[in-house]
């Protein structure tokens, strides 16, 4: 994406949050793209390239600890409602009301946020590979263990073993000697791979300091591979490794319980119990008059397409418009079925977005 399109904003917390900006033609809305771990804003940039090209507002922030955005190392930091008021300074510095929100990974999860605390700043929602993350998803009444355990139970594997690594204090200085490997392991052409090597207990951790090593997948390029080393060689992963503390250090509940939510963990399935102030329950979940996309990755093996069914078939979302589209892909569905994203988002945008924003 184009440098010059790049600007730096200082939030109201004090973090220097880097983004990509182009302004809208006429009366098209603004998307905003909010990508996952571990990435940058380089990995939405064959939609957001598209989109801009189709006169969309465009609004690609680096997300907090990654890119050119600042990188602290204080997991409490990286709580919700302080990243939602980031992502709305962004909005605020470019006088933008509201906006298309659109998330892939952990980016559906701050996009989750925007429901939750600025649900009116928000004209609709598109969800890749995660589906909408509800408050306190992950309850300090459950140990994560026994969810490990239930996951297992059910799955044969723990969907997200690999949590618990991103969670030690050695993460990157693990990383740093074994990138090659974590590349391999993160792209690869064999999906199946993470089910023994990546996602269980224990298993990313010694794949890597076996220096386990996997074909790279076609999608990802050797300009992909020479980025993301140069971003996270420079960069590290001690930062986006936050995103993982703030949860299994169960800040990130203690957030959602000190604002209003109050949600249940029953064995892997999440459900809405009762809220601890007097704030509207239906704050837990976007407005139903948000359109919704679900884009879900056929051959992920830890961001499971049933469980993104599981969630948006809910009773909370049955007065919504879901629009729903399964892609043959792995995890990065953003980069190797690009056009086809492209595709449908477009026409969700121009049949669905439009008509429930006039």
Request: aromatic residues 14%; proline residues 5%.
């Amino acid at each position: 994406m184009d440098a010059s399109l790049y600007k730096d904003v200082l939030t109201s917390r004090g973090l220097k949050y880097h983004y990509y900006f182009s302004t809208p033609r006429g009366s098209k809305p603004t998307l905003l793209f909010c990508h996952g771990f571990p990435s940058t804003s380089r990995d939405w940039r064959k939609e957001a390239l598209y989109f801009q090209d189709q006169g969309y507002g465009i609004v690609v922030p680096d997300m907090l600890g990654y890119g050119g955005t600042d990188k602290p190392t204080d997991p409490a930091l990286y709580v919700l409602s302080l990243m939602s008021d980031d992502l709305i300074d962004i909005l605020n510095a470019e006088k933008l009301d509201r906006v298309v929100a659109i998330g892939h990974d952990w980016g559906s999860r701050s996009i989750s946020g925007l429901a939750q605390y600025y649900p009116q700043r928000v004209i609709a929602y598109a969800f890749f590979a995660v589906p909408y993350v509800q408050p306190r998803f992950i309850s300090p009444s459950v140990d994560f263990s026994q969810v490990l355990a239930d996951m297992r139970k059910q799955y044969g594997y723990e969907l997200f073993g690999y949590w618990l690594f991103f969670s030690e204090d050695n993460v990157n200085t693990i990383i740093q000697s074994h990138i090659d490997s974590l590349i391999s392991l993160l792209f690869s052409d064999k999906p199946e791979v993470k089910k023994t090597h990546f996602a269980p207990i224990g298993a990313l951790k010694a794949s890597l300091l076996e220096d386990f090593s996997s074909p790279l997948a076609s999608y990802f390029t050797e300009d992909d591979k020479r980025a993301f080393k140069e971003v996270f060689s420079s960069n590290g992963f001690d930062a986006p490794a936050c995103w993982y503390k703030v949860l299994t250090r169960q800040l990130q509940s203690k957030d959602d319980e000190s604002t209003f939510f109050k949600i249940s963990l029953a064995t892997h399935e999440l459900t809405v119990s009762t809220c601890t102030t007097e704030v509207p329950d239906e704050r837990a979940y976007p407005p139903s008059t948000a359109p919704i996309f679900f884009g879900a990755a056929k051959q992920d093996v830890v961001c499971l397409p049933e469980n993104g069914y599981r969630t948006f078939s809910q009773e909370a979302f049955k007065d919504h418009d879901i629009t729903t589209h399964e892609y043959d892909a792995d995890h990065w569905l953003i980069l190797s079925n690009a056009d086809e994203i492209n595709s449908d988002l477009g026409a969700w945008l121009d049949n669905v977005v439009y008509k429930a924003s006039v």
